[in-house]
């Protein structure tokens, strides 16, 4: 297994190309199932998921193409896809493959949209809390489908069809937002999602649908209409910018200190976290290349966040912002209001000497002047990159374990930090 070796002490200066989203390349390539003619994506992050769901996709029976490089390109340029799904020749989504990564459960909606049937297996994921289904099979049943759990899977029927419907989500789902939203392009009339995720992701998400001919109004508000119709057909769209991996590098820039371009980074996208950063002593601008990061000098303060979904401060940075408070002056509270489990940094961060206090789902930091590099272990996505930042500060070496949960969603983080002066490597193993 790869590990990650740092050395401390280094401020961050340069340019860092921000990927396109993993959470809105995820669901566009599912909604290539919609269709028999091809989808062609830009802009897609070269990601261990990425692949994982391609694994999947073909399981389907989708053509997957990946265009070759053009002039001008290189290794940080995101890919170019084209995904195919003239004929679907298997409905079902086997335990081994979605147990590995919840989003491939997403695939239910746009499979029982086309196919009138399917057999899905209950995902696993990320170990941040227990993750249920119940919005995604509720929705589906308001579209009238017949919904079944057998032996681990679930089992989709709507042999004539999906028809719209009202679907009132009792709390705010990104994937069954994304699950309905797709099987409603394909139903009869009209379906109304209420208290739907609001994140840009889903707006990224419609658009595409919408250059695939669906009738799609309201995404990026909590009501989203769809009109259904009979068949989706081929588009091009780029995938938009990865606002988690540019949040994630400004709070690397804000812990290190230094002066850092984050290229294609969308700032409207990161306004909360953005705000926050300037509270606790950042220098963000936007400029045409993207958002600026410095920190000059002076420390990092104390700030309180709560996560909440979009345009609240999102969960998947939670734990960065933690990390960057860990050497802020004074006192931080940091809510988790998302996922009741997704703490699981703090012991590690209390390697390098942070002092975290954890209470429910509050997490109180008392800063620190120094941390200290130690060996520690990655133990989901967003944590593994909070133990990077740490290990960026902290005096000495630091060796993060079990990289391959960084792999899963940040695209060649070693190379595009150790371009700005990061001391950095990938130990093979
Ligand atoms: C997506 C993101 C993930 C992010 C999360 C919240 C992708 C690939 N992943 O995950 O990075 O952290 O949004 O912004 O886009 N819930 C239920 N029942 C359900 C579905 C969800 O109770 O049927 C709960 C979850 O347990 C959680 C909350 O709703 O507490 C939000 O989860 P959700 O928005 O669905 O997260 P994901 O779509 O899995």
Same mark, same amino acid.
Request: hydrophobic share 45%.
């Given at each position: 297994?790869?590990?990650?070796?740092?050395?401390?002490?280094?401020?961050?200066?340069?340019?860092? @190309?921000?990927?396109?989203?993993?959470?809105?390349?995820?669901?566009?390539?599912?909604?290539?199932?919609?269709?028999?003619? /091809?989808?062609?994506?830009?802009?897609?992050?070269?990601?261990?998921?990425?692949?994982?769901?391609?694994?999947?996709?073909?399981?389907?029976?989708?053509?997957?193409?990946?265009? #070759?490089?053009?002039?001008?390109?290189?290794?940080?340029?995101?890919?170019?896809?084209?995904?195919?799904?003239?004929?679907?020749?298997?409905?079902?989504?086997?335990?081994?493959?979605?147990?590995? $990564?919840?989003?491939?459960?997403?695939?239910?909606?746009?499979?029982?949209?086309?196919?009138?049937?399917?057999?899905? !297996?209950? @995902?696993?994921?990320?170990?941040?809390?227990?993750?249920?289904?119940?919005?995604?099979? !509720?929705?589906? +049943?308001?579209?009238?489908?017949?919904?079944?759990?057998? +032996?681990?899977?679930?089992?989709?029927?709507? @042999?004539?069809?999906?028809? #719209?419907?009202?679907? +009132?989500? @009792?709390?705010?789902?990104?994937?069954?937002?994304?699950?309905?939203?797709?099987?409603?392009?394909?139903?009869?009339?009209?379906?109304?999602?209420?208290?739907?995720? &609001?994140?840009?992701?889903?707006?990224?998400?419609?658009?595409?649908?919408?250059?695939?001919?669906?009738?799609?109004? #309201?995404?990026?508000?909590? /009501?989203?209409?769809?009109?259904?119709?009979?068949?989706?057909?081929?588009?091009?769209? &780029?995938?938009?910018?990865?606002?988690?991996? +540019?949040?994630?590098?400004?709070?690397?820039?804000?812990?290190?200190?230094?002066?850092?371009?984050?290229?294609?980074?969308?700032?409207?996208?990161?306004?909360?976290?953005?705000?926050?950063?300037?509270?606790?002593?950042?220098?963000?601008?936007?400029?045409?290349?993207?958002?600026?990061?410095?920190?000059?000098?002076? #420390?990092?303060?104390?700030?309180?966040?709560?996560?909440?979904?979009?345009?609240?401060?999102?969960?998947?940075?939670?734990?960065?912002?933690?990390?960057? $408070?860990? &050497?802020?002056?004074?006192?931080?509270?940091?809510?988790?209001?998302?996922?009741?489990?997704?703490?699981?940094?703090?012991?590690?961060?209390?390697?390098?000497?942070?002092?975290?206090?954890?209470?429910?789902?509050?997490?109180?930091?008392?800063?620190?002047?120094?941390?200290?590099?130690?060996?520690?272990?990655?133990?989901? %996505? &967003?944590?593994?990159? !909070?133990?990077?930042?740490?290990?960026?500060?902290?005096?000495?070496?630091?060796?993060?374990?079990?990289?391959?949960?960084?792999?899963?969603?940040?695209?060649? %983080?070693?190379?595009?930090?150790?371009?700005?002066?990061?001391?950095?490597?990938?130990?093979?193993?």
């Amino acid at each position: 297994m790869d590990k990650i070796r740092i050395v401390g002490g280094n401020a961050l200066t340069g340019t860092i @190309p921000i990927s396109g989203a993993k959470n809105a390349a995820l669901p566009l390539m599912i909604a290539s199932l919609l269709t028999d003619e /091809t989808l062609t994506l830009e802009n897609v992050p070269r990601l261990a998921d990425v692949n994982l769901l391609t694994r999947i996709l073909v399981n389907h029976g989708v053509d997957y193409a990946l265009n #070759g490089k053009r002039a001008g390109e290189d290794l940080l340029t995101g890919q170019t896809v084209s995904l195919t799904a003239r004929s679907i020749t298997d409905t079902t989504a086997p335990y081994e493959l979605v147990s590995k $990564m919840r989003a491939s459960f997403w695939v239910i909606g746009p499979l029982l949209a086309r196919m009138g049937g399917c057999r899905v !297996s209950l @995902p696993g994921g990320c170990a941040i809390g227990t993750r249920p289904v119940d919005l995604f099979l !509720s929705g589906l +049943a308001d579209l009238g489908a017949d919904i079944d759990v057998d +032996a681990g899977y679930v089992v989709a029927k709507a @042999p004539n069809g999906l028809k #719209g419907g009202r679907v +009132a989500f @009792p709390k705010v789902s990104v994937g069954a937002t994304h699950t309905i939203m797709m099987a409603a392009t394909l139903a009869r009339g009209e379906t109304v999602l209420e208290n739907a995720a &609001r994140e840009p992701e889903v707006v990224d998400l419609a658009r595409c649908l919408t250059a695939m001919g669906a009738r799609i109004e #309201g995404a990026g508000t909590s /009501t989203i209409r769809i009109e259904g119709v009979d068949r989706l057909r081929g588009a091009r769209h &780029r995938v938009v910018s990865d606002r988690i991996e +540019a949040g994630t590098y400004a709070m690397a820039v804000a812990m290190t200190g230094g002066d850092v371009v984050l290229e294609g980074a969308e700032a409207d996208l990161l306004a909360g976290p953005l705000d926050v950063l300037r509270q606790v002593g950042a220098e963000i601008t936007e400029t045409n290349r993207g958002i600026r990061v410095k920190r000059n000098g002076h #420390g990092i303060n104390a700030a309180d966040v709560e996560t909440q979904p979009f345009p609240g401060f999102p969960t998947d940075l939670q734990a960065q912002f933690m990390a960057l $408070m860990t &050497r802020a002056k004074g006192t931080s509270r940091i809510t988790e209001t998302i996922f009741e489990n997704r703490f699981m940094h703090v012991q590690e961060l209390a390697r390098f000497g942070a002092r975290i206090h954890l209470d429910g789902q509050v997490a109180t930091v008392e800063g620190v002047e120094r941390l200290t590099g130690a060996p520690v272990m990655a133990t989901d %996505l &967003r944590a593994s990159v !909070s133990l990077v930042i740490a290990g960026l500060v902290a005096e000495g070496e630091t060796i993060v374990n079990r990289v391959y949960h960084l792999d899963r969603g940040f695209e060649r %983080l070693e190379e595009k930090i150790s371009r700005c002066g990061a001391q950095v490597e990938r130990i093979s193993g």
